[in-house]
């Protein structure tokens, strides 16, 4: 399984963009999905998460009423929508996918085991 997120940039606060997270080798049918992220000398922390199967989503405090996850089945493909950035927002986003995790786990970086590259999101004052 191979996870390739992309769409990271360079953003000024207030603006938007969209993160992507393409899967090959396995459809995500049946998986959990989730966007972590991890700013310079901090931890990797959860964005949001979604069960694909049933579409139910998770978000992180600090991203609610501005991220959304969403998923495409054909394109076998998850989305980050973000809105309303911030400079704290900036730091490498990262997609993660697992086919074994329990609803407990869903905000746990351990729990899942593959993972995208990463792509920067950047966000200026």
């Known amino acids: 399984v191979q996870l390739q997120a992309s769409g990271g940039g360079l953003v000024q606060a207030g603006g938007s963009l969209r993160l992507s997270c393409a899967a090959s080798g396995r459809t995500f049918s049946g998986s959990v999905m989730g966007w972590f992220r991890q700013a310079p000398g901090k931890e990797r922390e959860f964005v949001a998460v979604?069960?694909?199967?049933?579409?139910?989503?998770y978000s992180a405090d600090a991203v609610k009423g501005r991220f959304t996850i969403s998923r495409d089945n054909a394109k076998n493909t998850a989305y980050l929508q973000m809105s309303s950035l911030k400079p704290e927002d900036t730091a490498v986003y990262y997609c993660?996918?697992?086919?074994?995790?329990?609803?407990?786990?869903?905000?746990?970086?351990?729990?899942?085991?593959?993972w995208g590259q990463g792509t920067l999101v950047t966000v200026s004052s």
């Open positions: 993660a996918a697992d086919w074994s995790i329990i609803l407990s786990e869903l905000r746990n970086v351990s729990a899942y085991d593959y």
């Open positions: 979604i069960k694909w199967s049933a579409g139910r989503t």
